[in-house]
């Protein structure tokens, strides 16, 4: 399975309802960096299939779920389990530092 989009309509059904953890990635199309950790996430979703959903947020497009969690600076990567926030990372970081900074989500 490859990465899910969220929006502001099915934000809380796709994330904060999730059985699995859900790591969302909040990004922009015209974001450098958001373009280079896409792929990262993307590999991350085939090898934690099962365990984890990646999820991907357009801040652009969906406003009101990027104000409401505070997101100031992307790409942030938001863990969600349960229902909550519980880990976040900002910045395009290479796949061995993100698995490492979600290690607990990502079992």
């Given at each position: 399975m490859s990465t899910?989009?969220?929006?502001?309509?099915d934000f809380d059904q796709k994330v904060l309802?999730?059985?699995?953890?859900?790591?969302?990635?909040f990004w922009a199309e015209?974001?450098?960096p958001?373009?280079?950790?896409g792929p990262v996430l993307?590999?991350?979703?085939v090898e934690h299939e099962g365990k984890a959903v990646i999820a991907k947020l357009n801040v652009d497009e969906n406003p009101a779920t990027a104000a409401r969690f505070g997101v100031?600076?992307?790409p942030l990567v938001l863990g969600f389990q349960?229902?909550?926030?519980?880990?976040?990372s900002?910045?395009?970081?290479?796949k061995a530092a993100l698995e490492k900074e979600f290690s607990a989500l990502l079992g």
């Open positions: 899910i989009n969220v929006t502001d309509a309802q999730s059985e699995l953890p859900v790591l969302v990635d015209w974001c450098g958001c373009r280079m950790l993307d590999e991350m979703a100031t600076s992307i349960g229902g909550e926030k519980v880990a976040e900002v910045g395009a970081k290479p």
